[in-house]
């Protein structure tokens, strides 16, 4: 057990050591049963909808399980009431769309597979006694190489994975057990009708009781992917400009924010796939764009980076000289402050799904800052620079124009996002004059969490 | 239908309308077919294992069902054979990795939960048949809480999640049905030997029947990673250093290969977290160090981003005149080669498992050529040029520079990869005069994708 010892205890017999490591068992179970409470807290308090779903799941199998204690409910599906509750246990996710997707997935598959599971047994029943486990093996097989090589299909991966699963097992349960038991219509007709109640249940308390709505999640995580790199540039032009060496580890966390958007893509395709699943809610329609959402976050990651690249040059062992980099300190750092400034924007009026043209003036203001500095890149205040020294601070001044660039595609690309999914037209932040409009923005950011938005209310103050 | 029509169709009456489109629907049918039959085709071209994937899963299906049409085998289990066929649907994966990891969860998962229900049964049955449903409910409500939300641990989420929900499911299923039905730990037995025979008939398919091993997969992702930046940047100094603008196009899709680099970070957690739960098998011991695979990705992708950075510079409308780039040309070049070179040795050599000091050399040169560079741009070659179009050749040679120090690190989290796997040493490459090991590297080169080298054998040519 312990391959490294330390001289002490190489003197000591194996008995005292023995003593001394089931001495220190209680300390290290102590030890490792508070990590693990302190974990479970954070789990916990970083997302409390995971403690009511975890409450969801125990309610929904609970109430379903009566079926198997009260005589009349059970009397309608003996045995088969089993279905039923581990239906509950598969079926019931953590969001909506998830549960509904599988669930549809789950009842709409046992329903195709159970009626061909049926004619399967009916057509080798004809064949006679002995012929028939050939035939029904032969179906068995075709269908399970044919539906797992479709599962392979990337369209069919992403939406009806489950589905087909389910598709394949529930074939097989009919028409094999069908050899055994002649009541396979009455089988069939139990398993399905089980399905449902357990898959209606599941979607019940999973709608019903604090429901959690992926598609929502997918909005909040876009408009705060955007919101992450205008924290990043933000904090940039401080960072990068100042001058002495102080202050460096602080904000360190606050820069490195952006890193997560730079792997987001695989959940965010993820949670559109399980948004278009979901019903309309809130201001979200049935046909909502979830589509879109992931161009706006493709874009999002292009710009991230290129972020990635600007950080690069923080932690750079060649750094420009301070007075290099003071020349370009002002337009740069007002080229980065718009930039923040128009991700801002547009991460909160994306969230509150309100179109205004706010960013659009932040970013024309950016692109008047990077003509500053370009025709200061153009004079000859550089002459005497030695050029090895300027290139860091040059390609910063590059990378800081071509983010404006990005940010003018997302800002494009949200517009049409907007149009599409019908955003409340605004423009209180250009015409601060209309008190009505105002007014309605403050409530909106009040309530901001709810979004209370009703579908596609457009208010034109123009 | 149809919303939009010509003028030609709204002339015509809605019967010819009719008429016309069911003419057209054989088209429309052949065509979707032809799609369809083009999309299959190109599926199994890409990866012939999905064929023989779809092979092995009606296999074992139809293997498993005999147990139910042989009398013999049948009257051992009676209807709880059909737990094994649902069993191999759904344990049966794509690759072996997968398939364990499922199957041993499933398995151990299903023990405990049964024995956990058996006593849950006895304790309620002591209770009278009056309290016994109240018990039980009580039982299962805690359980599927406190599992639900042990779910979410990342930990148990990347290994155990699919136990946790048969632990749930098999509580439910034994504790449940044992208010109906007396004999709980008969059906706790035949649940679990259904479940084993099951599982083991997957896992027996799965790995004599041509395996699937992901950690293999894994192996050859990181290095096809490396392989795709080292061919981009061994396009690039050609494609950017061009005079004239002619084959623009045709190289496109080669300069693009390195993006999927930048997205490939949770397909690489995926398979590393499958790959644990493999077996050794071929060069891969069964410690295998899969997780310091992931770190050699997160430096691959690293250097992705400046790679990213590198190819907006090619397609930018800012570019510097050819003059300005002609004077980097020549050591700008010899970089990305260099890097390019290293890279490919790497990806050559850890693909093969060979431990060489050729990549390091490759850096080297490229550290010598970055010191001519740096040298080239410290020299007043610059003073009569435009501060503005400057900027983005200097910019490329800073991101050049910077991509070295990224192939560096790769280069040292690849050796320290080899030391942890005991990867053959070899320096083939460094001394060419040795014919000995020369000819292995050959054989080992026509052998490639088998990959036959045994467990740790080290040769050392020093």
């Known amino acids: 057990m312990e391959a490294v010892t330390s001289p002490q205890q190489e003197s000591s017999g194996p008995i005292t050591r023995g003593c001394q490591w089931l001495k220190s068992l209680p300390n290290k179970f102590c030890d490792k049963t508070m990590e693990i409470a302190r974990k479970t807290k954070k789990l916990g308090q970083d997302d409390p909808r995971r403690i009511v779903h975890a409450l969801k799941v125990g309610l929904a199998i609970t109430l379903v399980s009566l079926f198997y204690y009260f005589e009349p409910l059970y009397d309608g599906f003996g045995d088969s009431a089993m279905w039923a509750v581990l239906t509950v246990v598969i079926v019931l996710e953590f969001s909506v769309g998830a549960t509904l997707g599988k669930g549809l997935n789950r009842m709409l598959a046992t329903l195709v597979a159970g009626a061909l599971g049926v004619g ?33 299909f990337p369209k069919v991966k992403a939406r009806y994975d489950y589905g087909m699963m389910i598709f394949i097992l529930t074939f097989c349960l009919v028409s094999v057990s069908g050899y055994r038991d002649d009541q396979v219509l009455e089988m069939a007709r139990d398993r399905f009708s089980t399905i449902l109640i357990g898959s209606c249940a599941s979607l019940i308390v999973c709608i019903c009781i604090f429901p959690v709505w992926i598609g929502e999640d997918l909005h909040k995580s ?9 924290n990043f540039l933000e904090a940039f032009g401080d960072e990068y400009f100042k001058v002495s060496e102080e202050s460096n580890e602080n904000n360190k966390s606050y820069l490195q924010g952006y890193r997560s958007v730079l792997t987001s893509k695989s959940s965010e395709e993820t949670m559109a796939n399980f948004a278009r699943w979901e019903l309309g809610h809130g201001p979200f329609g049935y046909r909502h764009p979830w589509k879109m959402y992931l161009k706006v976050g493709n874009l999002t990651r292009d710009c991230a980076y290129k972020v990635e690249a600007l950080n690069s040059y923080l932690n750079s062992k ?10 370009i300190q002002v337009p740069c750092k007002r080229v980065s402050l718009e930039c923040s400034g128009a991700l801002k924007e ?28 370009k025709s200061l890149l153009k004079t000859n205040l550089w002459e005497e620079a030695d050029l090895l020294e300027m290139i860091p601070a040059a390609s910063v001044a590059s990378l800081v124009l071509e983010i404006i660039e990005c940010i003018d595609k997302i800002s494009e690309a949200v517009n049409e996002l907007g149009e599409a999914a019908c955003f409340r037209k605004s423009n209180a932040t250009v015409l601060p004059e209309q008190p009505d409009s105002i007014q309605q923005e403050t409530v909106q950011q009040d309530s901001n969490t709810a979004m209370p938005v009703p579908h596609c209310v457009i208010v034109v103050a123009e």
């Open 318 to 327: 060649i750094q420009s000289p301070a007075e290099i980099r003071g020349k």
């Open 120 to 152: 399967a047994h009916r057509l080798a029943t004809l064949s006679g006694r002995q012929r028939e486990p050939i035939l029904l093996a032969t179906f068995v097989f075709i269908i399970a190489v044919v539906t797992t090589f479709i599962r392979f």
């Open 222 to 230: 876009v408009a705060a992917n955007m919101g992450k790199l205008a």
């Open 346 to 373: 547009m991460a909160s009026t994306f969230r509150k799904m309100v179109r205004t043209r706010s960013a659009v003036m932040h970013i024309e203001s950016s692109k008047k800052a990077a003509e500053e500095l």
